[in-house]
């Protein structure tokens, strides 16, 4: 099924439910949102539905006990590091991703103050979605989150809205750090002394993403060359591509997602040749709680932009990946990590 397909029947049991949903709050006031929206919300937020895991991730940063609902369920991991209280919370769903479709009746009985929304690059849908919160007469506010960049001014934005400025001017300066120290660094490189970059996802190695997608867009970033160039053909990505295509780009470095292609591409005799294998410059990305680089993107790539700057350019760009992790671990997760933690969570990046 389609995502318009699944909007579509959202739509039709929306007018039903809507009955049941909750009156508007008299006390309220008037923002203008990431998208320049002017919307009416309740002068006091503390329940909060954001409906794509980005926008969950960067409510749990600014503070876990606003979340009233997660976009699917937590794996082992996510449970491991994640605050307890947010372990218990429904699956509501999600108005973005694969297979993981909105529960409406779930989201009126968790009762939001407001629904957070990327506002991201399919406007149609966006719309739509936007049509269902407002039958159930929630009120709508939407990110602007599509970049890396966008993150400072995300954080400040949710701290006035949620008033909890003092939180966000602490990530928004780290944020604000990370890009300009990785910019700085990055800016001195010409643009034939950028690593060639492959990143290779699934458990063939086979799928990536052009260089002008946001699931790639650390690799620039981060002063690399994605080879396989050009814009994204879609919003979903994973564009398959053949071994005689990636033996043609022959990356000097490969970026990993999925274990069981990392355990077997050092022995594949098919990517032998391939120069980031012989140069054993093959790194496995972090992911945990949150992926550090792509899928979701979300505030947990400031972190990824560091780690793989130093990949790329380790002699340019220092990072210190234990005190680095235990630092942003502490700040933005609210986690002290132990040895045995942290040496997980590096393995084999």
Not at 8 to 23: G, I, K, Y
Not at 76 to 89: G, Q
Not at 121 to 128: F, K, Y
Not at 260 to 287: C, T
Request: charged content about 25%; aromatic content about 8%.
């Amino acid at each position: 099924m389609t995502i318009q397909d699944g909007i579509h029947r959202l739509l039709c049991s929306v007018t039903a439910l809507a009955l049941l949903a909750l009156p508007l709050i008299s006390e309220a006031r008037t923002i203008t949102d990431m998208t320049g929206r002017k919307v009416q919300v309740p002068d006091r937020i503390t329940r909060v539905y954001a409906s794509s895991p980005p926008a969950t991730y960067l409510l749990y940063a600014l503070d876990p006990a606003l979340i009233i609902g997660l976009n699917s369920p937590l794996n082992a991991a996510e449970k491991r590091f994640l605050n307890p209280a947010v372990r218990s919370l429904p699956v509501i769903g999600s108005s973005v991703g694969q297979g993981k479709n909105l529960n409406t009746e779930l989201l009126l009985k968790a009762r939001p103050d407001i629904v957070l929304v990327w506002a991201w690059q399919q406007p149609q849908i966006n719309a739509r979605f936007e049509q269902i919160f407002r039958q159930l007469k929630i009120p709508v506010v939407q990110l602007r989150i599509d970049s890396l960049h966008d993150y400072p001014a995300a954080f400040t934005f949710l701290g006035s809205l949620l008033q909890r400025e003092k939180r966000a001017a602490r990530l928004r300066s780290y944020a604000e750090e990370t890009l300009r120290s990785v910019d700085q660094a990055v800016a001195t490189i010409k643009q034939e002394q950028r690593p060639s970059v492959y990143y290779a996802e699934g458990q063939d190695g086979l799928a990536t993403e052009r260089d002008g997608s946001f699931h790639a867009e650390l690799i620039n970033l981060a002063g690399g060359r994605n080879v396989h160039r050009g814009e994204a053909l879609d919003h979903y990505g994973m564009e398959k591509v053949s071994m005689e295509q990636v033996m043609l780009y022959n990356p000097q470095i490969m970026l990993v997602q999925d274990d069981p292609f990392l355990g077997a591409v050092r022995h594949d005799p098919r990517w032998k040749p391939i120069r980031a294998v012989q140069d054993g410059r093959i790194y496995r990305i972090p992911r945990t709680p949150f992926n550090w680089f792509d899928r979701p993107p979300s505030f947990m790539r400031l972190l990824g932009l560091r780690w793989l700057s130093n990949r790329l350019h380790p002699g340019l760009f220092s990072f210190d990946t234990a005190a680095e992790t235990r630092r942003f671990y502490r700040l933005f997760l609210g986690i002290e990590l132990k040895n045995q933690d942290l040496a997980e969570i590096l393995k084999q990046s």
